[in-house]
Nanobody
Framework: VQLQASGGGLVQAGGSLRLSCTASTRTFTRYAMGWFRQAPGKERLFVAAINFSGSSTNYAESVKGRFTISRDNAKNTVYLQMNSLKPEDTAVYFC???????????????WGQGTLVTVSS
């Protein structure tokens, strides 16, 4: 499966962005999806995940209450709505896919290219 992320950009602190990730597969409903981020000079970290049906979501503590992951299986797309953005949210955001019908934790095997989010103070 190929993943294409988009929606990054420059936003002021307190603002919002919505990231999208579209998968090129006919079996999108068999994949759990996730978002990760990597700040400059730091390791890639988990942000959020959603199961194959959208009935179960998981978040990193640092984004709980501010970010929302969702999916539209008819459009083969997963979203990350980011609200109340902070400068420390600045990173390259990656989407990922895991071929599984089980719930979290996931083992993501497929990765998209990143999209840069920059939050200015």
């Amino acid at each position: 499966v190929q993943l294409q992320a988009s929606g990054g950009g420059l936003v002021q602190a307190g603002g919002s962005l919505r990231l999208s990730c579209t998968a090129s597969t006919r079996t999108f409903t068999r994949y759990a999806m996730g978002w990760f981020r990597q700040a400059p000079g730091k390791e890639r970290l988990f942000v959020a995940a959603i199961n194959f049906s959208g009935s179960s979501t998981n978040y990193a503590e640092s984004v709980k209450g501010r970010f929302t992951i969702s999916r539209d299986n008819a459009k083969n797309t997963v979203y990350l709505q980011m609200n109340s953005l902070k400068p420390e949210d600045t990173a390259v955001y990656f989407c990922a896919a895991d071929l599984t019908l089980y719930d979290y934790p996931y083992d993501f095997d497929y990765w998209g290219q990143g999209t840069l989010v920059t939050v200015s103070s």
